[in-house]
């Protein structure tokens, strides 16, 4: 017997944009403030885990489209380059590099390999937690 899930298929459309945005702001917000990473991909999994409850798996599958283990593998590359940077620099692993850029539109910025780093996190984060959840989905 199919249910009719109309009020909570509209409802997730909205609240999943939301706490995309939310998990955005997290990522940014990492570097300066709580954040990071880490949360901001627990964030994110947890929007795609709230489609996943409104849909079933094979819709969420073609409307994402994404491979998790690639994603996962992306992200190690990411976690680790930034890691391994300091090291051809004559520093210790996982020491960051950082410098300022006059950018035309922003003006003076710092930009970060920490921040890659948090991508790297982000990545490994979304794809593990979704690869976990897409094969608990699909042994029913």
Known sequence: ??????LLRNVTKVVAFIIFLFSLHLFFAGHYNP????VAGLTSAGAITLTLLAYDIKTVQSM???????????GLLFA??????GVFLGKPFLTHVFGYVNLPILGKTSLHTATLFDLGVY???VGVTLTIIQSIGESD
Do not use: A, E, S
């Open 35 to 38: 954040g990071g990473g880490f």
């Open 123 to 125: 990545l490994v984060v």
């Open 64 to 74: 994402l489209n994404i491979n998790t283990i690639f994603i996962t593998g992306v």
């Open 1 to 6: 017997m199919k249910t009719n899930d109309v």
């Open 80 to 85: 680790v380059g930034t890691g391994l940077l």
